[in-house]
């Protein structure tokens, strides 16, 4: 969709960000990585490199260790379906703005001064958790294309297929706001909330 290529390549774990000399390191070292960039294979030799960015967000959750169904997905004799045994919730509201919002905003800016795009893929319960976001009616106004994902199950089989099923283009600065998804309370309302505490 970004690069108007079906199939381009996939490199994986691209380092984006080096650390800089301090007292116990000479710097150099990757401190921060691209999830995947996509190649276009239509880059005409010489030309400039066709890429761009690829995040992949899944989400974390929250509740009971989830210890008991590692040991049952590493058990031979366990021939069932493994279900969540403990109490757990996937936690949409932290992942957004605490592992991903800090990336894109650390690598959009410059994506952005390379005329680079990220796109960013997400499951469909996960978009929707988050705030709403502004969406702009080209890519060419945007800096991230968020492709919305979902699960379909597959006629006959025991599986399901990962299919796309919206992509959202917007900017960095509409991506936070969203990923926020919250608004401050007035201020009388938090002192009084602390004035309760």
Known sequence: TILGDDDPRRVGEVGFLESGASTDSEGGDDVGRI????????TIAGAPMAWAAL?????????DAMR????AINDPAVDWIIFPAGRRRPDYRSSGPKRLMPQLQI?????RRWGKKMAVVVDRAFFDSIGE???VA????ADIAWFVVRFEEVPGQTRTKLVRD?????????SVEGLTGGKAVPLP????RISQK
């Open 166 to 174: 919206e992509v959202r283009y917007t900017t960095l600065e509409r």
């Open 35 to 42: 999830d995947m960039v996509l190649v276009s294979n239509k």
């Open 55 to 63: 995040e992949i967000q899944a989400v974390y959750f929250s509740g």
């Open 189 to 192: 309302v938090f002192e009084d």
């Open 107 to 111: 690598k959009v800016p410059t994506l």
């Open 133 to 135: 976001m502004d969406h």
């Open 138 to 141: 080209d890519i060419s106004n």
């Open 68 to 71: 008991g169904e590692f040991r």
